[in-house]
């Protein structure tokens, strides 16, 4: 059987009375392995202009994408089938002039990266706020770009 992608777009929720709250919401699941970290990176081309971001900034933004899967590929052991594990969960959230992106995958065993300053500098100079967490099995990336002029539309 071959690895799933799997992908959820949820439209932006209808307040009562009619008026739209701005809020966008793109879940993908795919499987633990570095060819379908592309599915993530096309997600951010269509997601990053909606937030007025240009080309160069859109492709920051995916690099950054790529470079917080890679740090859960590397990071992230599991003892179960690497097709069967559950795979690499990501969630798009486009409300108001943000893009939040939450990018999460199961681990039996974390290897805790080496503090890498110049790679943590790099990728907080692309994105507003970038951040890893783990929480039980759980280990998650955040990332999070603002636009720049901060207005809504």
């Not at 009562?16 to 592309?38: F, K, L, N, W």
Request: aromatic share 6%; with cysteine; glycine share 8%.
């Amino acid at each position: 059987m071959s690895p799933a992608v799997a992908m959820d777009y949820g439209s932006p929720r209808t307040r009562p009375g009619g008026s739209e709250t701005g809020r966008t919401v793109v879940t993908i699941h795919i499987p633990a392995q570095a060819e379908y970290i592309a599915v993530l990176r096309g997600a951010c081309a269509q997601l990053a202009p909606r937030l007025g971001c240009s080309p160069a900034e859109t492709a920051d933004l995916q690099l950054v994408v790529d470079e917080a899967c890679g740090f859960l590929l590397r990071n992230c052991l599991t003892a179960g089938d690497p097709d069967h594990d559950g795979g690499l969960a990501a969630a798009f959230v486009v409300e108001g002039p943000s893009l939040h992106i939450t990018l999460e995958m199961q681990a039996d065993v974390f290897i805790s990266p080496d503090d890498d300053e110049f790679a943590d500098a790099i990728l907080t100079a692309l994105v507003d706020h970038f951040a890893w967490h783990v929480e039980d099995s759980a280990v998650r990336v955040e990332i999070r770009k603002q636009r720049a002029d901060g207005r809504h539309e």
